[in-house]
């Protein structure tokens, strides 16, 4: 059994005493955090990282990295000017796996629901994909529009591995569909992505330049809504050693 609260005996309120020496009663601040914890609890982050806060992401484990060290700056900067600064923009976290993309993107999702309260969700895209996709079998018991529903309310919403499964045009118009959506509601929009940010230098590539050339954001999800990802979300561009080979290698040890 869990001891109640010593400042408010679990009852939720306090009385605290004014300058004027009247009493009144004040929500306890162990509310508050039962509160938050149930706001953490429905933003439905992968027990993998639900560790992962702005406090523990080493942005120098490997030396100093100032694009790392920048982007944890931004993402706490967001924090602390979230809603009235933010009108409604979100992040677009770019760079190679392993640079904590994904850790940075969880930790900003963390303190907006904890330090300000906002109600947040984490999809990872390939999952909300596939969950879309099975909506479609009758013997699913949901519709389309109740998988993305939430999806498309989330006040703020985190959008993992942007751009990971195979481009179809299906692929496509979920995607417009979604960022639309949010783009037209206003929604803050949190999105990582292994993907550059940027198009082709010069216009589109042919023959053997375009054979070696690495894909891009706007060959995954198509060019109209990685332009349109240039109007929702400020560009955060990560590099640097992959974290899990340097550091996090699985053992048994």
């Not at 679990?10 to 020496?21: C, M, N």
């Not at 796996?97 to 963390?110: D, F, N, P, Y």
């Not at 751009?163 to 206003?186: F, M, Q």
Request: glycine share 8%; aromatic share 6%; charged share 25%.
């Amino acid at each position: 059994m869990i001891d109640p609260c010593p400042m408010c005996e679990g009852s939720g309120l306090r009385l605290v005493e004014r300058a004027d020496g009247t009493r009144a009663a004040q929500e306890c601040s162990c509310r508050a955090q039962k509160r938050a914890e149930r706001l953490v609890e429905k933003a439905r982050i992968p027990q993998r990282y639900a560790h992962c806060t702005l406090d523990d992401y080493v942005p120098n484990y490997s030396g100093n990295n100032r694009l790392l060290s920048a982007a944890l700056m931004q993402a706490r900067s967001f924090v602390k000017a979230y809603p009235f600064e933010t009108s409604g923009n979100g992040l677009l976290l770019t760079g190679s796996i392993g640079v904590g993309k994904t850790h940075l993107a969880v930790g900003m999702l963390q303190a907006l629901v904890t330090e300000r309260g906002a109600k947040g969700l984490f999809f990872d895209y390939r999952d909300l994909l596939k969950q879309v996709q099975n909506s479609y079998n009758r013997s699913a018991g949901v519709t389309e529009l109740e998988v993305l529903q939430p999806v498309f309310d989330a006040e703020v919403l985190v959008l993992d591995e942007l751009g990971a499964s195979k481009p179809t045009d299906w692929v496509w118009d979920t995607v417009a569909h979604i960022l639309n959506t949010r783009y037209n509601d206003r929604r803050t929009t949190i999105i990582t992505t292994n993907y550059a940010n940027l198009p082709p230098l010069g216009g589109e590539l042919s023959g053997p330049r375009a054979a070696l050339r690495e894909e891009t954001l706007g060959d995954r999800i198509g060019e109209r809504m990685r332009s349109r990802l240039q109007e929702m979300c400020v560009v955060v561009e990560m590099a640097g050693e992959d974290f899990r080979q340097r550091v996090k290698r699985a053992s048994f040890a």
